[in-house]
C-alpha cells in the first residue's frame, strides 16, 4: 500500500464512513462553544469575568469528569453509554442557553455550566479506542492504526477551523435577519443551540455505527484504583502530553497580543486569522502524514515531532513581520497533528485495552487543564514580560518553546514495553 491508498484500505473498514462522518458532526460544536458562549454571556450581562467564569465552568468540569466517563464506557461499552451523554449535554446546553437569555443569577449559570461540562459525551476517546481495537494486531489491520490516528487527529484540527466560521457566519445571518444591534446576541445562540444538536445527533450516529457497537472491549473484569495510572510509561507520556499542551493554551494568547502589537484596532481579525492559518497546517500535514507507512519507532517519531514543534516556537520569536509568521505558523502547524497522532497511538501501546476509554479520556483532561493552565500563565507573561527587551506577545512565544522543551525532557523517559506480559499485569 503506498500513498492515499492506505486511507482507501481504512475506509473499507466496516464501520468506518459512520465512524469517521457522525465523529466529525458530533465535535463540530467544541471549535465554538467556548468563544460562543464567552461572546453571549459578555453581551447579555456586561462583564468578561462572568463570562469566563461560565466557559471555565464547562470546561473544567469536562477535565474532571472524563476520566469516570471513560472507565463507564471500557465497563459498559461506548455504544452503551454515549448515549445518555449526549443526551443529558445536549439538554444542559440548551438550558443553560434559555437561563442566559432570561437573565437568570450566576448561581444557576455556574450550575448548569458544571451539569453541561460534567455531561459532555467522550466522543474523542470513544473513538480513538474503537480505532486502536478495529486496528489491533489480532484484526490483522494493524499497519492502518497509524493512518487512522492521523485521521482522527486532522479532522479533529479541521473542527477548530470550521467552528468559528460557523459563529461568523451565524453572527452575520442574525445581523441580516435580526438587525445588526441583535447579532451580538443572537448570533452566539444560534451557533450554541447547532452546536448542541450536532453534538446530539452525531454522538448517536457513532454510538449506533457498527463499528463502534463491535469494538466491545473483552474484559475478564473491571477496571479498578488507577487503572491506566498504574502503567508507568502512560504516567510520563502525560506528563509529556501536558508541556505540549500548556504550549497550545498559551499561544492563541500570545498570537493575540502579538497581532494588538503589530496591527492596533484590527489585531483582533489578524489572530482569527493566523490562528486558522495554524490549525490549517496542522490538519493538512495530518492527513499526509497518516499517508505515510513509517518504520521509526513511536517513541522517536514523538521525539521528533516535539523537537520540530519547539524550534517552530522558537523561529516565532524571530518572525520579523505578520506574514512570515503565518508561514512559520503553516510549519510549526504542520506538526501539531502527527504529534497528537503519535501520541495516540502512544496511549494504545502503553495501555492495556480493556481500560483504552479510560487512558484518553485521561488525556483528554490532561490537555483541558493544563490549556487552561497555558492560556492564564500567557496572559500573565504578556502583561508583564519576564524579558522587557521583546515585545510582549515574543515573551509569550517564548513560553510555548520552553514549555515544549519540557514536554521533549519528559518524552526521553517514555518506555514503550512489549505487548503482553506488563500490560496484562497494569490490566489485572
Known amino acids: 500500500m503506498k500513498g492515499f491508498a492506505l486511507y482507501r484500505e481504512m475506509w473499507q473498514i466496516p464501520g468506518a464512513p459512520s465512524l469517521v462522518s457522525g465523529g466529525f458532526v458530533a465535535r463540530l460544536g467544541q471549535g465554538v462553544t467556548v468563544i460562543a458562549w464567552l461572546l453571549l454571556v459578555r453581551e447579555t450581562r456586561g462583564s468578561y469575568?462572568?463570562?469566563?467564569?461560565?466557559?471555565?465552568?464547562?470546561?473544567?468540569?469536562?477535565?474532571?469528569?472524563?476520566?469516570?466517563?471513560?472507565?463507564?464506557?471500557?465497563?459498559?461499552?461506548?455504544?452503551?453509554?454515549?448515549?445518555?451523554?449526549?443526551?443529558?449535554?445536549?439538554?444542559?446546553?440548551?438550558?443553560?442557553?434559555?437561563?442566559?437569555?432570561?437573565?437568570?443569577?450566576?448561581?444557576?449559570?455556574?450550575?448548569?455550566?458544571?451539569?453541561?461540562?460534567?455531561?459532555?459525551?467522550?466522543?474523542?476517546?470513544?473513538?480513538?479506542?474503537?480505532?486502536?481495537?478495529?486496528?489491533?494486531?489480532?484484526?490483522?489491520?494493524?499497519?492502518?492504526?497509524?493512518?487512522?490516528?492521523?485521521?482522527?487527529?486532522?479532522?479533529?484540527?479541521?473542527?477548530?477551523?470550521?467552528?468559528?466560521?460557523?459563529?461568523?457566519t451565524s453572527i452575520l445571518a442574525a445581523g441580516l435577519f435580526a438587525g445588526a444591534e441583535s447579532a451580538a446576541l443572537s448570533g452566539p445562540a444560534l451557533a450554541l443551540g447547532g452546536s448542541a444538536v450536532?453534538?446530539?445527533?452525531?454522538?448517536?450516529?457513532?454510538?449506533?455505527?457498527?463499528?463502534?457497537?463491535?469494538?466491545?472491549?473483552?474484559?475478564?473484569?473491571?477496571?479498578?484504583?488507577?487503572?491506566?495510572?498504574?502503567?508507568?510509561?502512560?504516567?510520563?507520556?502525560?506528563?509529556?502530553?501536558?508541556?505540549?499542551?500548556?504550549?497550545?493554551?498559551?499561544a492563541p494568547v500570545a498570537l493575540a497580543a502579538y497581532a494588538e502589537e503589530q496591527h492596533g484596532l484590527s489585531g483582533g481579525a489578524v489572530t482569527g486569522v493566523l490562528i486558522a492559518v495554524w490549525s490549517?497546517?496542522?490538519?493538512?500535514?495530518?492527513?499526509?502524514?497518516?499517508?505515510?507507512?513509517?518504520?521509526?519507532?513511536?517513541?522517536?517519531?514523538?521525539?521528533?515531532?516535539?523537537?520540530?514543534?519547539?524550534?517552530?516556537?522558537?523561529?516565532?520569536?524571530?518572525?520579523?513581520?505578520?506574514?512570515?509568521?503565518?508561514?512559520?505558523?503553516?510549519?510549526?502547524?504542520?506538526?501539531?497533528?502527527?504529534?497528537?497522532?503519535?501520541?495516540?497511538?502512544?496511549?494504545?501501546?502503553?495501555?492495556?485495552?480493556?481500560?483504552?476509554?479510560?487512558?484518553y479520556t485521561w488525556l483528554t483532561t490532561t490537555n483541558m487543564a493544563i490549556a487552561a493552565l497555558g492560556a492564564a500563565t500567557a496572559g500573565f507573561v504578556v502583561e508583564h514580560p519576564p524579558l522587557p527587551t521583546f515585545a510582549a506577545g515574543h515573551n509569550g512565544f517564548l513560553l510555548c518553546a520552553v514549555a515544549v522543551l519540557f514536554a521533549l525532557a519528559a518524552a526521553m523517559f517514555v518506555r514503550v514495553p512489549t505487548r503482553g506480559a506488563e500490560l496484562q499485569e497494569v490490566a489485572a
Open 280 to 359: 490549517l497546517g496542522s490538519a493538512a500535514v495530518g492527513l499526509w502524514f497518516g499517508s505515510l507507512r513509517l518504520l521509526a519507532p513511536l517513541r522517536s517519531q514523538y521525539l521528533v515531532l516535539l523537537a520540530g514543534l519547539g524550534a517552530g516556537y522558537a523561529l516565532w520569536v524571530v518572525a520579523p513581520s505578520t506574514w512570515l509568521l503565518g508561514v512559520l505558523l503553516v510549519f510549526t502547524g504542520g506538526v501539531i497533528a502527527p504529534a497528537l497522532a503519535v501520541t495516540a497511538n502512544l496511549v494504545a501501546e502503553l495501555t492495556a485495552e480493556a481500560m483504552r476509554n479510560e487512558a
Open 49 to 168: 469575568s462572568e463570562a469566563a467564569l461560565v466557559a471555565s465552568a464547562i470546561s473544567l468540569a469536562t477535565a474532571c469528569a472524563a476520566p469516570v466517563a471513560g472507565r463507564l464506557a471500557d465497563r459498559f461499552s461506548a455504544s452503551k453509554v454515549l448515549p445518555y451523554y449526549a443526551v443529558t449535554y445536549s439538554m444542559s446546553q440548551l438550558a443553560l442557553l434559555a437561563a442566559v437569555l432570561t437573565g437568570q443569577p450566576m448561581t444557576l449559570l455556574v450550575t448548569l455550566a458544571i451539569v453541561s461540562g460534567a455531561s459532555f459525551p467522550p466522543v474523542s476517546p470513544a473513538v480513538r479506542a474503537t480505532w486502536s481495537v478495529l486496528t489491533s494486531p489480532a484484526s490483522g489491520r494493524a499497519p492502518l492504526r497509524p493512518t487512522a490516528m492521523a485521521a482522527e487527529s486532522a479532522m479533529f484540527e479541521f473542527v477548530f477551523v470550521i467552528g468559528p466560521l460557523i459563529l461568523s
Open 198 to 250: 450536532c453534538t446530539l445527533l452525531g454522538t448517536l450516529w457513532i454510538s449506533r455505527g457498527t463499528a463502534m457497537r463491535a469494538a466491545r472491549t473483552p474484559s475478564a473484569g473491571f477496571t479498578r484504583g488507577l487503572g491506566p495510572l498504574r502503567s508507568r510509561g502512560f504516567v510520563v507520556l502525560l506528563v509529556s502530553a501536558a508541556g505540549v499542551a500548556l504550549s497550545f493554551g498559551a
